[in-house]
């Protein structure tokens, strides 16, 4: 069986946050809940994720949500789709909304995607082919939620191919009984589930 070190080796590897920006997880967010289970741990872990995989030379890759102020674009199919409108939080190109967090940040060495549309980073946008570019076949999962947009992530990249970690300290859904009973009963059977300081020890040795 292949070792954790192995499969997060820095040549095949890439740290990919999801949804880790202002108007999700920070203090004005679409859904506060979530904001405020993201910000009980998650947010420092995905901070201390970002350092030792810059330091790695781990290729870090942003994904984030975007709405125009005319919704053009966006998806409308769904009731999440609804709710988000309604809380009156704009994720506008540009905006403050928009940017990452600033506990984690983006550098120059870090690539940033972003999409008006869908559940997850990866369906039909450019994450996959940017991750075939960078010669990853690892990927490292971060970001919210686990309701929806990080079980989709997962499912669409083992679906694409891809070996997926998931470090269940840098993930957060709401309420948190039940963002557990969905990676211990689902995840898990998907994605290597592991912890923040397990990669960040993995990678401190590569």
């Known amino acids: 069986m292949i070792s954790l070190s192995e499969l997060v080796a820095p040549g095949h ?21 979530l904001a405020l289970a993201a910000r009980a741990g998650m947010v420092g872990n995905v901070a201390r994720l970002a350092k030792a995989a810059r330091a790695s030379g781990i290729p870090l890759v942003h994904c984030l949500a975007l709405r125009r102020a005319d919704g ?26 928009a940017e990452v967090v600033p506990e984690i ?13 869908g559940l997850g980073p990866m369906g039909g946008t450019d994450l996959d082919a940017v991750l075939r570019s960078l010669g990853a076949t690892t990927v490292v999962g971060v970001g919210v939620s686990v309701n929806v947009g990080m079980t989709n992530f997962t499912m669409d990249a083992v679906n694409a ?23 211990d009963n689902t995840l898990f ?18």
């Open 13 to 33: 590897t890439a740290l990919v946050t999801q949804e880790c920006q202002n108007g999700v997880i920070g203090e004005q967010a679409v859904f506060p809940e």
């Open 72 to 97: 053009l674009g966006s998806s409308n199919n769904a009731r999440i789709f609804g709710a988000a409108r309604k809380s009156g939080v704009v994720l506008l190109p540009g905006s403050s909304a």
């Open 105 to 117: 940040g983006v550098e120059e060495t870090d690539i940033v995607l972003t999409r008006y549309h």
């Open 161 to 183: 191919g891809y070996q997926f970690v998931l470090p269940r300290d840098a993930v957060a859904g709401v309420p948190a009984s039940y963002a557990d009973a969905v990676i």
């Open 189 to 206: 059977l998907l994605a290597t589930v592991v912890t923040t300081d397990d990669v960040v020890a993995a990678w401190e040795a590569a």
